[in-house]
């Protein structure tokens, strides 16, 4: 069982691309978003991992001199651990100097990931807000403080007003150098402490770099992957477009060099259609070159043709009339002579009259005059008008016409030529007492029209020829025919759309003529 494929036009096949370079660059896009969350939240959370989330377990367990080893080895870092009135661990690098009573205003990492400052306004007159953020949006904690440090709005800090310094450790910074931070945790004895942390500046833009870079990695990728896609589109379209353009191309070269290639192809529909109708008019110009080159060489045949068959009556009156003329011949022989010159004159006229109607229907303009007629009246009526000239020369017509009316489409002219080529030939090429037979016999969709003989016959190659111009039986055509005869025969009945077939007969030659009924045309 042949399956049912369906096919594309050429919108579809853009749809369907477009379609495909779509949701490709969909998913591109939303693996980007994801990569970018998944980097600012580990960016995020590496902050506060630094700052504290990294030790919480070492803390509770009181391993503050390891914390701070690892604090030194990260970098410029130290750790300090109060139960809120006094140090119980401290970093022998660089003391804290701050007022403990500011330590609420440490923003604790547990609880703040992000801090978010904007000022707004004009210098002098503006303020600054302060926000604190966990995770991405989540809005922890809002300050409005003016230029003149009062506060406007908090919802995290009691006080009115701020100092500059205080106004720093709100937004987390130690000093130019420092950053500070906190986190609140419980020790194994149920103490409640709190460990602070210094980090240089740099470290944390050290950190922010490095996911920077990734984030700008990571876009850099997400370009060359777009651009990737970009160009398999254009890429799958030029393919689609060139392949059958080069197809055609290729086409038109063997057309031009005359080599009879068809086009396989399959693909969008209406490069299916070009390719078909390309094809399609190949096999017309082919055919329509074909028949060019058969006519030239028919016309080569004829002039030579032609030629031969008036060179010897032409000859033969040269040579009679330089008798004639010269007054060599007696009067009974000058009498023979010219008898001869005037057959041969009528046989050369005749030969370019049939010349000259082979041609014409030839011509484009060549048009016949068909319309519906009743065969049997028209065939009895020709049969009528013949049977003293064949029955005078010593043939035998012999006629089976059916009683009913028969109608065909013709033109009674050129049917009436068709009959007299046909019946003359036996009359020219067979001995007195032959019989010429003529029967009409008929089904529902045609009718059948014999003629036929049973006289000398003709040999098989003759037969594969018959209808080819100047073929006569005779290769030194001793007999005067032009060889025209059944050629023009031919032709008239292709254009009535009659088919004519040579009868295989033991004994004569016979031919059948097919007239489709004018229901069946």
Known sequence: MKKFRFKLGFFGLIVRNFTIFTLSSFFLIIGLLVFLTVAIYFNVNSLSDVSGGDYKEDLVQGKYEEIQAALTADGDRHLYVLDGESFIFKSDKKPLEMDLDHLHLIPDTALVHYIGVDRFGQEGQGYTTIIYTTGFDDEYGRTLITDDNRVIYSNMFQEETFTSEEILMIMGDYDDTYSISKTVFESKEGRQLIAVFLDDKEYFDTINVRWEKIIIVGLIVFGIVYLLFILLFIRS??????????????????????????????????????????????????????????????????????????KTPITIIQGFTKAIV??????????????????????????????????????????????????IA??????INIYDSIESQGFELVVDLPDEDLVARFDPLQLNRVFNNIIYNSVKYNEAKTKIHFTVTSDQEAIYLEIYDDGIGISDDLKARL???????????????????????????????IDIQIMTRPLGLGYQLTLKRPDQL
């Open 326 to 375: 010269d007054d060599k011949v007696d009067a009974l022989k000058k009498k023979q002579y010219i008898q001869a010159i005037h057959d041969k004159s009528k046989y050369m006229g005749d030969l370019v009259d049939q010349l000259s109607l082979y041609n014409k229907m030839n011509h484009p303009d060549f048009k016949l005059n068909l319309e519906d007629h009743n065969l």
């Open 378 to 383: 028209f065939c009895r009526n020709y049969l």
């Open 467 to 497: 209808f080819e111009p100047f073929t006569v039986e005779d290769p030194s055509r001793s007999t005067e025919s032009s060889g025209l005869g059944l050629a023009i025969v031919k032709k008239l009945l292709v254009a009535h759309d």
């Open 237 to 310: 379209i030029d393919r689609k477009v060139k392949k059958p353009l080069n197809l055609l191309t290729v086409a038109i070269k063997n057309l031009r060099d005359k080599k009879a290639n068809p086009i396989h192809y399959k693909g969008p529909r209406e490069f299916e259609r070009i390719m078909t109708q390309f094809d399609l008019v190949s096999q017309d110009l082919r055919v329509a070159e074909q028949r060019e080159q058969a006519m030239r060489e028919e016309r080569q045949r004829l002039l030579s043709d032609i030629s031969h068959d008036l």
